[in-house]
């Protein structure tokens, strides 16, 4: 079978969990593809790293319409006019359209119209009022029904949300993400302790929280879970991606006031995520809504550390509890101090077992090479056979 050509269509330059999924799904496509990225930033120079054909078109007016809002301005609707305009003049090229992300599928279904091509839309998102406004998912499920060919659901949770929402279940078909073991398995013991020594002081139980800064990833349930653990220091990783400052200010505020300064440190947004999981004794996911798949928990099996998760969404269908890893009830700091105590208290044989268990693990379920296999399938079906309906 060979794989369809494919226009890729990305409404955020922000290097984000759901750029990375699609940066390694357009870097292993094996037909012609292009990904169109409605913006600029640290998404195109990853791209262009990667030898992936890159266009860029800036997202105007659209850009200020959140998840949160409720029906566009006139200014939005134009920007989706001339987006689908020019999106539609490269979809000629190519035999379907995949849109990855909310924003990217409402200007893909306009631009599928106008140039004729089907158009699958790649949902990342847990469609529920946690995240987005109602008549933001009523949107965007009506416009799925009506013009989607397929839609690629990233988990089990964001499809049961989908249909949950009145997205039609025969839309839908369920790809998790594939991360690969290789950068994971490149970081030597070495970077690993050195990175160490620069940040944690000797003697400390490090535990790492790799996610955005946002309320509902819950880094405030881990620095109030820390004051409950001595000797740990905890390191929290990644930066306000979407403009959650005030949420990255009071998580500062709340370390002065628990007076956790030489403890809990945060270290930005870094590029060096496998080196610093490594460099940790074990890895807390702390999200406290459900995560629609949660990469990191993935990244914390391949990087052979202990994870402890929350236990809601995607990350259900990554972990198994006391097998592959902990699950912790969201937004429960005593539960996940409990369970840090637990992990430390194992006995070594019994924890390498568990993080072994769980190397394999994802090696085994969350390959690149089988996920990108599946959206060309899935596409490559869509193409002869549209609509597709499952
Ligand atoms: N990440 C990173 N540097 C950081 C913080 C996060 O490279 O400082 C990466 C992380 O390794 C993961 C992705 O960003 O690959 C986040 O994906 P996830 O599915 O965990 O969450 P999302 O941000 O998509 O909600």
Sequence with gaps: ?????????????????????LLDLAAHWRGEREVMVLGDGPFI??????????????????????????APGLGALTDVARLATRVAKSARDVDVIHANSQKSFVVAAAAGLL?????????????????????????????????????????????????????SAELVHVVHNGLSPEA???????????????????????????????????????IAAT?????????????????????????????????LGSRVQFLGERQDVPTILRAADAVVHSAVEAEPFGRVVVEAMLSRRPVIATDAGGVREILRDGDT?????????VALADAVRRLRAMAPALREAMVQRAYDDAVARFSVRAMTRSVEQLLAAVVSDRPRRS
């Design 184 to 222: 994971f398995d490149a970081v030597s013991p070495a970077a690993a302790a050195a990175v160490r020594r620069q940040i944690a002081p000797d003697g400390a139980y490090v535990l790492a929280a790799v996610a955005r800064l946002a309320p509902w990833k819950g880094q405030h349930v881990v």
């Design 115 to 167: 140039a004729r091509r089907p158009v699958v839309w790649h949902l990342r998102d847990i469609l529920t009022t946690a995240h987005f406004s109602s008549a933001n998912i009523r949107a965007a499920v009506l416009l799925a029904n009506a013009r989607a060919a397929a839609v690629i659901a990233n988990s089990q949770a964001t499809a049961a949300a989908f249909i949950e929402a009145g997205g």
């Design 227 to 259: 004051q409950d653990l001595p000797g740990t220091q905890t390191w929290i990783v990644g930066a306000p991606l979407f403009g959650e400052d005030d949420y990255a200010a009071k998580l500062h505020a709340q370390v002065k006031g628990l007076e």
């Design 325 to 333: 890893g902990l699950l912790v009830k969201p937004g429960d700091p």
């Design 1 to 21: 079978m060979s794989a369809p050509r494919v226009l890729f269509l990305a409404h955020s330059a922000v290097l984000g969990g759901g750029e990375r999924s």
């Design 45 to 70: 120079e990853a791209l262009r790293k990667r030898d992936v054909p890159t266009a860029i078109e800036p997202l105007g007016a659209l850009a200020s319409v959140k998840r949160e809002s409720g």
